[in-house]
């Protein structure tokens, strides 16, 4: 399968997870281990990194939301603030998995390649595809080697490291497969949505 195809596919089954709740929610979710601990390791790793941003989450919907108190006394959450909350952040969860996930199946060079021929027809409007491709890269080497510390002086005492990574992305054409691979994932993305629609 072609690099631009996985990457379309894996984009659409993200796009559609969105609309998971409960308990396929939950059983996304916990699906995770199957790649592979390093992939579980990762992904943990990224949630450490935005746990203020899902506690913030957690306070902001829990709290905020209007409906019966979660217990009875003070400072109480509502239950349909709390369930808001958890379905948010379970979303949240779900695309930090699908970058790990992404990052596990898919070789940097592929990764690349498939990327640079997505930016390929936005060149059309002004945008250069080769200067995305390095800021993606520069993203993805940033959540690779950033540095553990906590303190932000000791980040910026970090000393600068030059690094030169030469990429050889040898793109091939898409085939009749690739186009059939990318449809089906589209229609899937629809029925998702449509069942999504359906449910509220």
């Not at 409960?22 to 995770?32: D, Q, T």
Request: proline share 6%; hydrophobic share 55%; net charge positive.
């Amino acid at each position: 399968m072609h690099p631009t195809t996985r990457l379309v596919v894996w984009f659409f089954v993200l796009l559609g997870s969105q609309c998971l709740t409960g308990v396929p929610l939950l059983l996304a979710l916990l699906a995770l281990p199957v790649f592979g601990t390093l992939a579980l390791r990762r992904c943990a790793c990224l949630v450490w990194r935005m746990r203020w941003l899902l506690i913030a989450l957690l306070c902001i919907l829990g709290w905020g939301g209007a409906g019966e108190p979660l217990w009875n006394g003070v400072l109480a959450p509502s239950r349909e603030g709390v369930a808001a909350a958890l379905t948010q952040i379970g979303h949240l969860l779900l695309v930090l998995m699908g970058v790990t996930v992404l990052r596990e199946l898919l070789p940097l060079n592929d990764l690349m390649t498939g990327a640079h021929r997505l930016f390929e027809p936005l060149r059309r409007v002004g945008f250069d595809p080769d200067r995305g491709l390095v800021r993606l890269l520069l993203v993805l080497r940033h959540l690779e080697t950033m540095p553990k510390r906590t303190d932000w002086r000791g980040v910026l005492d970090q000393p600068a490291v030059v690094t030169v990574e030469v990429f050889e992305m040898a793109d091939r054409p898409l085939g009749l497969a690739d186009y059939l691979t990318m449809v089906g994932a589209l229609a899937m993305l629809g029925v998702a949505v449509v069942f999504c629609f359906r449910l509220y």
